[in-house]
């Protein structure tokens, strides 16, 4: 198993915000994790990318515990992350963003070749290479995002909210970026809040909801009604199945 | 208890006076301390240790005022010294006698170089003339957020060290300015100290002071509940720059002379240290921080004079002060009396 | 004519010194968000260490000078600071504060409070005469210090994988750990840069005024501040510039001031960062982000 998260609650202060989070994640797939506003899915990622220290539970990416590591000792153990917003740094330039993507690694001739390899993989990207970052539009950013995360050459990719604000045709562009990452060795969990853009690019799906998470299954054999209670409000059903704390893969 | 939950420490001194007092409010409790120590030493008292417990009242006074601006509305000014000194110096040109404030200050409107008011007049004068500056700096400095407005209550300090400095008709420049008529009574400052603390209270459970309080946990839902950040800063700074100035016409009575130096960035960090120390977010913590400060500090300078059972080198209280406010902001920022509010 | 030439070379030094000042304040405020009021401690001790060591050859006392400032401010991060990041903005300045005191008073306890006089270099009073100004030779050497410092931390800045941690930290400081960017590496750094800037700026400063004592550097501070916030608070270019501005600001006030007013000189000076707060809170080139009004 690539990523395992295990029962993972996280506290902002005094008050939790993410209960009991279960998932795992083998190579080569892509895992959505679904749920509405304020559920606990950034919450969640941000714990894995340790911007935040989980209260409870465990993350262990190929069996090593990695739960409360700094974020730039996760980037270091494989994980990398695109947060909810971009995040690009808009003062420095295209070329400097990705750079800056390689800070982990060391410098020199395989870093310049690697830059030269990601404006060839996002040509979209490498008109702009000595724009300031800032001018990019929606989609543009989000490559951006993407092509720099994957400089550190990671195992995991944790994606938050990629297709928020974009045209139907840059998130095409950042899925297929997304396909592409995975392999054998690699795999991707895709926060999204869009139920179909998950059930066309994910695997498998797991929800959180209210701080609970569960697993709702493999792509195709998801239960509508599950989602709907997920977004709309809890039902006993739901209730019995976030008391049992997520599921697994078989 | 939260506050051990938060701190650790295991120890939250509000949890245990309450309990020991039970249901009598803790400013009320606290007030009445200061009112007792202030009477017993008026009464059986030395000199020495008069003029130590005014200075500690005056610092009181002076921090209850900072708490009114900083507690309430969660800006930290670096300015106040400020207000603090127009109160001095308004207080020294109302009652120095007439003979000698001719010969100190020859170049002075005739309307002030006859004025020659009687203590209270004097007190509430130079005080309102710290608020007439409050209305004036309050202007530009209310509607700014936090770091720009610290460092606009630092130009305002800076402004007033200046103009102190080189209005020489007026303050003496840099020269002292001395001649005020001395007093050691403790009885008055004890007075003025509960006052002041009934009038911070007053305002603190004022409209405006909920109203202020509410921008300072959550900004953006004060502002959507139609509450006007600019307007109750505003009026909070008035009233703070009333009791600071206030402390200031106090400490002009005690030491009879100073210069603008005495109100710049000594005084400005200590005032400051005590207020954190105590506890920035309640008055019980604007009043307990300059108490344990005052006494703490006390302890320590007989500790250098050699006259307790230990003996530390001069000069140390300051580097014990110094450290001790560093580890309040590391361990313990919400201080003394945590993160209750009252 | 002559006099305006002077003038121009008054402000022209004056703002390198601003300059330089600022910038130690400006790379740290960049990083942490802290508005370091210890590095007027930092100036101070520079001063104590020229006082202690100016017999020796200058090729001694210069380096023991700016190894005082980057250790000092390198302690004064591990110790003070370190335990703060995330604080908020102005519990981060009252702790600066508190360090800047605690410094101040164990350079009392060990030096006492009197002012030394440290008898600086005979070369830093001389004067050359250029094109028929008279031009101090420490004007020169502060221009040419501040001209050197400038272009080489600008190219530490925009070469270097530090230099671009550092202004990648300025923006978002969060982001670039997630990058994998250290950040104990990226704050020390920014401290000891600091520390260095205090160190060059001390020497400049009391090779003019020739005395130190241990409330020495609180001025100099003071100034800083006022620099980054009139060149933009979260810009490190913004405040060498600010502080730049600051000086030829102030000398030219100086020069235009009637005399009743121009004492009043540094109030007018602090009345425009006000100013300049109420209605240009980014200042000449800050980020709009560090710079919110709140009405």
Known sequence: ?250 | MEGAQMTGTGFDLREATTRLLGRIPLVAALTAGVAIVGLLVQAYGSDELKTTTITGLIDLIMVVGLYTFIGNSGVISFGHAGFMAIGAYASALLTIPLVTKSVLLPDLPSFLANASFAPLPAALTAAAVAALLAVVIGIPIVRLAGIQASIATFSFLAIVQVVLSNWTALTRGQMTMTGIPLSIDVVGPTIWAVVAIGIAYAYKQSRSGFRLRATREDEFSARSLGISVGRERFIALLVSAFLVGLSGYLYARLVGSFSPQNFYLEITFITLAMLIIGGRNSLAGAIVGPVAVTVGLELLRRAEDGSFFVSIPANSSDIVFGALTLAVLILRPDGLMGRRFS | ?295
């Open chain 3, 1 to 295: 004519m002559k006099e305006i030439a002077q003038y121009v070379v008054n402000g022209l030094s004056l703002g390198a010194l601003d300059a330089l000042l600022a910038l130690g304040v400006g790379l740290i405020f960049g990083v942490m968000r802290l508005v370091n009021f210890a590095q007027g401690a930092y100036i101070m001790l520079a001063g104590y260490v020229l006082f202690f060591t100016i017999s020796a050859p200058w090729a001694v006392v210069i380096p023991l000078t700016l190894a005082a400032g980057v250790v000092l401010a390198l302690v004064t991060e591990r110790i003070a600071f370190r335990p703060l990041r995330g604080a908020d903005g102005s519990t981060l300045m009252v702790a600066s504060f508190a360090v800047a005191f605690l410094i101040q008073s164990l350079m009392v306890t060990i030096e006492g409070s009197g002012p030394k006089s440290i008898p600086i270099w005979p070369v830093m009073s001389d004067s050359v005469t250029l094109f028929g100004v008279r031009i101090a030779v420490l004007d020169l050497i502060s221009i040419g210090t501040s001209a050197c410092l400038l272009t080489g931390l600008w190219l530490f800045l925009t070469r270097t994988r530090t230099g671009l941690a550092m202004r990648a930290a300025a923006e978002d400081f969060e982001m670039l750990r997630f990058l994998g960017g250290r950040a104990d590496r990226v704050i020390a750094v920014a401290f000891a840069l600091s520390g260095l800037l205090a160190a060059i700026a001390g020497i400049l400063l009391f090779s003019q005024t020739a005395v130190v004592e241990p409330g020495a550097g609180t001025n100099a501070v003071l100034i800083a501040f006022v620099a980054t916030v009139i060149g933009g608070l979260g810009s490190v270019l913004g405040a060498a510039l600010g502080g730049f501005s600051l000086g030829v600001l102030t000398t030219a006030l100086q020069a235009a001031l009637p005399p009743g007013l121009s004492v009043y000189r540094d109030a007018f000076v602090f009345g425009i960062v006000i100013a300049l707060l109420v209605f240009r809170p980014q200042g000449l080139l800050g980020n709009r982000a560090d710079a919110q009004r709140v009405v």
């Open chain 1, 1 to 250: 198993m690539l990523l395992q998260v295990d029962g993972l609650a996280v506290s902002y202060g005094a008050l939790e915000v993410v209960h009991d989070v279960s998932m795992e994640i083998e190579a080569g797939e892509i895992v959505g994790l679904i749920g509405p506003n304020a559920a606990g899915k950034t919450t969640t990622l941000m714990a894995i990318a340790g911007g935040l220290k989980p209260a409870r539970g465990s993350i262990r990416l190929d069996g090593r515990e990695i739960a409360g590591l700094a974020p730039e000792e996760v980037v270091r153990a494989g994980i990398s992350v695109v947060p909810e917003g971009r995040r690009i740094l808009g003062g420095l330039t295209v070329e400097e963003n990705l750079r800056l993507g390689g800070i982990s690694r060391p410098g020199g001739a395989a870093l310049e070749e690697q830059i030269e390899a990601a404006f060839e993989r996002f040509p979209r990207i490498a008109g702009h290479r000595r724009s300031k970052a800032g001018n990019l539009s929606g989609g543009e950013q989000q490559l951006l995002a993407i092509a720099r995360a994957l400089m550190a050459q990671p195992r995991v990719l944790l994606v938050d909210e990629a297709s928020l604000g974009l045209s139907p045709i840059a998130v095409e562009a950042v899925f297929e970026a997304l396909l592409e990452f995975r392999s054998s060795e690699r795999a991707v969990v895709l926060v999204e809040h869009d139920v179909e853009r998950i059930s066309a690019i994910a695997d498998r799906v797991y929800a959180v909801s209210e701080g609970h998470g569960r697993y709702l299954g493999v792509r195709g054999e998801i239960d509508h009604d599950d989602i709907e209670a997920i977004y709309l409000g809890r039902r006993p059903e739901v209730e019995a199945a976030a008391a049992l704390g997520g599921g697994g893969v078989a």
